[in-house]
């Protein structure tokens, strides 16, 4: 398995430049994001006002309504009325739910870091174990029973995951709550759902990239002189095979950290995935634009660390 | 018991009914009461939705925002267990002989649930902040007809001139005109009394800070995920509430909801569609099901103003197309054929009203004689849950035995509101009207005025004669019943759109659980309790 992800390069002129670019890397980014954003909302012309009254109430009434909350001003007035706002650090007020915007991803920021770490980090655990053990037992029966295994728990959608593991541990069994938030027993249930769904792709990537490297000219030169096969393969073998690894894991966190929508759903998890799911559905125009640009930026940041983590695992990248 | 029974022979007459393939007979919707009140315990219920807001000027049309509202914040009036309009923070009130002016009488020692005490200020503070332009309350214009309200609206006046407040115990509301259900815009959610203090504290937050007199007061609030409420230990009502705490645990979905119910975590849930056979029908819960008989009318709508439906023959024809004995049996019988606009639990409703029975023949004569012997083509708009779709499948195979063509548009809830009222759009529409104060007026005004075209009138209907009987009915005490009987069968002649049904809607309950659903507010917390056995 190859790596096809662009790697960071390190210039060797020296960090600050690299962090610098990055950094102006992560603006644009979000400039972009914002914009295009914007550029979407501006397609789908319906406004968050008509959305939750349209119908129900009189027709100038509801503009009216629209006015007070400048959601009737042309969408380029909006677009720099957003920027205006995000220096002076309002992200602006969700009409549908009426609060504000940044104070609502505040108060669910909490809930998706706890998910997505706790998701990522039995997905880790799931799929390292499952494609150790897979590529230590290559070609035997119990290699071909685990990767099938995966297989499975990648065909599986989350959602249907979800469902079975409530079924099974939380009504036929009752050791955990249906759904909700609070304990750490609240937790178990979502978290397995990333981790069985999303542990699976580890499994395989970890396996292809192990066997390939466990037949490498230096892995076998390290046997050869004489090291201890476990050594070898936690130093060299495992050593080796972990990056695409860290780049999976990089673009799950940013994905988790935006919000893992089946599974919050299902669990009623108060994260920012639903937050942003129902902000779209109810054409909650500035709550799209806030979720979006903090999806963004986790994204981005999270990618970020990854490159900074590299030259840890291999360190010809810092002379590249 | 005597109640329990009267619900299982409802039931058994919903399955007789449909099994026969008639509408079921109509539902009672008494409270279901097991034993006398039991003081204490926690209700807990969750919910499909979110809970917009609890300020109760941005309460819009959901009724999961009315609910919660009533539940914190205490009002003039307002209802009984039913739809009688009774005194909460008025002790008593007085209308005068010409209808116009309201003199409401306070209770004594009126405190918010911190303590602080409730004065008149705070009403006439409440009510100025409800019509305030800046506040922008989708509920502002059900008041306009208070004295001085349009004056104080567009800016010209400081404050709103006919409500005052003669002495510490004395409110009065001066009226432009006569409103016969007055007293039941002041139950609405929206002119419930706030604390001028605590929202000059957070003017920008009241919603995260409510703070009312009503009988609870809330203990925590963590939007899109859980509301609770614990007994307000000042109310005014001695004795009220029975329940020491609510918990309402927001955005669940259906699978949970059903799965925490069955599992015992859950005091009452609503039935969705897929579980209908496993709570309704099965042995476990049958005998707990609430139900309720919903101020609704469901209807298959058309731009009246356009081509084909400018022609009244072509909307009768569609009427008589549509087999709405079917739609109900769709609906596992949840509903009633609807014959007229009013709906069944609302005074004025007419039990023997006649309206378009199912008959293709005369469904296709009428469109020969509209020029359309051959049928047209059309589309429908719809939300796309999975009872709208089945309901407008049912309904578009009936019309294409007419020979009218039409094109499901299925779209979110969102979607479905931004355009179903504009006037190039949504030639067909499949949605209700669910009332907002319990008065036919509602239905007629918001439907079918002119000045709401666009709006609530999404319809277009414009018919000069209907119009004026819908303005005398506005103001008419005397033989209000009749007028609106002869007001609903005049303009059912005319077909504004297609009549279907009107809901009824099942709930669940554990059988300790002493629970009942409100005709107009759903949810009445106060009301409720557990008895623990």
């Known amino acids: ?320 | 018991m005597l109640r329990k029974t009267v619900t299982a022979a409802a039931l058994l007459l919903t399955s007789v009914a449909l099994l026969t393939g008639c509408a079921p007979a109509q539902a009672p919707s008494a409270p279901v009461l097991t034993g006398p009140p039991v003081t204490g315990g926690t209700f807990h219920m969750a919910l499909a939705s979110d809970l917009p807001t609890l300020d109760p000027a941005q309460a819009g049309y959901d009724a999961t925002s009315w609910s919660m509202v009533v539940a914190v914040f205490s009002s003039l009036v307002d209802y009984d267990e039913g739809l009688g309009v009774t005194g909460d923070l008025a002790e008593t009130w007085t209308v005068s002989e010409d209808g116009l002016t309201y003199a409401f009488q306070l209770r004594d020692g009126l405190n918010f649930s911190d303590g602080s005490p409730l004065t008149t200020d705070d009403i006439l503070f409440s009510f100025n902040r409800l019509l305030d332009p800046d506040t922008a309350s989708p509920g502002s214009y059900l008041f306009s007809n208070i004295a001085g309200a349009a004056d104080y609206m567009d800016g010209s006046a400081d404050s709103i001139s006919g409500i005052t407040a003669p002495d510490k115990s004395n409110v009065v509301i001066e009226l432009v005109e006569p409103q016969p259900y007055f007293a039941n815009i002041l139950a609405m959610p929206y002119a419930r009394i706030m604390s001028e203090a605590q929202v000059k504290k957070y003017p920008e937050d009241i919603s995260q800070h409510a703070l009312g007199s009503g009988p609870f007061t809330v203990e925590s609030l963590t939007p899109g995920q859980e509301l609770v409420l614990a007994r307000n230990p000042a109310y005014f009502i001695p004795g009220k509430p029975y329940l020491d705490k609510v918990q309402v645990d927001l955005n669940v979905s259906d699978q949970t909801r059903v799965l925490e119910f069955q599992r015992g975590d859950l005091s009452i849930t609503d039935v969705p569609a897929a579980a209908y056979q496993e709570l309704v029908q099965g042995k476990d819960f049958a005998p707990y099901v609430v139900q309720n008989e919903d101020a609704t009318t469901y209807f298959l709508g058309m731009k009246n103003n356009q081509a084909p439906f400018d022609s009244a023959e072509v909307r009768q024809a569609l009427n008589y197309a549509v087999d709405k004995d079917r739609l109900v049996q769709l609906l596992n019988g949840r509903g009633t054929v609807a014959s007229q606009l009013t709906p069944p639990p609302l005074p004025g409703f007419d039990p023997d009203a006649k309206g378009y029975e199912h008959d293709v023949k005369k469904a296709k004569d009428l469109l020969a004689q509209a020029g359309y012997a051959d049928g047209f083509s059309s589309e429908i708009l719809t939300v796309n849950d999975e009872q709208s779709m089945r309901v407008v499948q049912s309904i578009s195979a009936d019309l294409a035995k007419v020979g009218v063509d039409v094109t499901i548009n299925a779209v979110d809830q969102s979607t479905f509101y931004a355009t179903v009222g504009a006037e190039d759009q949504a030639p067909m529409f499949f949605t209700y009207w669910l009332n907002y104060y319990p008065d036919a007026y509602d239905f007629f005004a918001s439907l079918l005025l002119p000045e709401n075209a666009g709006g609530s009138n999404m319809f277009y209907y414009s018919n000069p004669d209907v119009e004026a009987k819908i303005r005398e009915l506005s103001s008419l005490t005397e033989g209000r019943a009749e007028a609106i009987q002869a007001l609903d069968a005049e303009v059912t002649a005319t077909a504004p759109f297609v009549y279907l049904y009107h809901s009824i809607t099942q709930n669940v309950r554990q059988s300790d659980v002493s629970y009942y659903i409100h005709p107009v507010h759903l949810w009445r917390f106060a009301d409720y309790w557990i008895s623990g056995e």
């Open chain 1, 1 to 320: 398995m190859t790596l096809t992800r662009p790697r960071a390069v390190v210039p060797a002129s020296g960090f600050p430049r690299f962090l610098a670019g990055r950094l102006v890397w992560l603006l644009a980014a979000v400039v972009v994001v914002v914009s295009a954003t914007f550029v979407l909302i501006y397609v789908i012309p319906a406004d968050p006002v008509s959305a939750v009254l349209g119908g129900r109430i009189q027709a100038d009434q509801i503009e009216a309504i629209k006015a007070r909350y400048g959601f009737d001003l042309p969408i380029w007035q909006q677009y720099l009325r957003f920027w205006g706002g995000l220096f002076r650090g309002d992200l602006g007020f969700s009409f549908a739910t009426q609060q504000d915007v940044g104070q609502a991803i505040a108060a669910r920021a909490g809930a998706t870091a706890a998910l997505a770490v706790a998701g990522l980090l039995l997905s880790l655990l799931i799929g390292v174990g499952t494609g150790v053990f897979a590529a230590l037992m290559r070609g035997t029966w119990k290699d071909r029973a685990a990767m099938g295994t995966v297989v499975l728990g990648m065909g599986v959608p989350p959602f249907l995951m979800g469902l079975v593991l409530v079924f099974v541990f939380a009504y036929l069994l009752p050791v955990f709550p249906v759904s909700g938030y609070g304990s750490a027993a609240h937790l178990v249930l979502p978290a397995l759902t990333i981790g069985l769904t999303g542990g699976a792709y580890y499994a395989r990537l970890l396996r292809g990239r192990l066997v390939e490297v466990m037949d490498a000219d230096f892995v076998r030169a390290s046997r050869s002189r004489g090291m201890r096969e476990s050594a070898v393969f936690v130093r060299h073998t495992l050593r080796n095979s972990f990056l695409p690894v860290l780049t999976w894991m990089g673009m799950d966190l940013g994905y988790f950290l935006s919000g893992v929508i089946a599974v919050e759903a299902i669990f009623a998890w108060p994260g920012i995935g639903t937050l942003a799911y129902r902000a779209i559905t109810d054409y909650d125009t500035p709550m799209i634009v806030g979720t979006v640009l903090v999806s963004a930026v986790a994204i981005v940041t999270v990618n970020l660390i990854i490159d900074l983590v590299y030259p840890l695992l291999d360190p010809r990248m810092a002379h590249r």
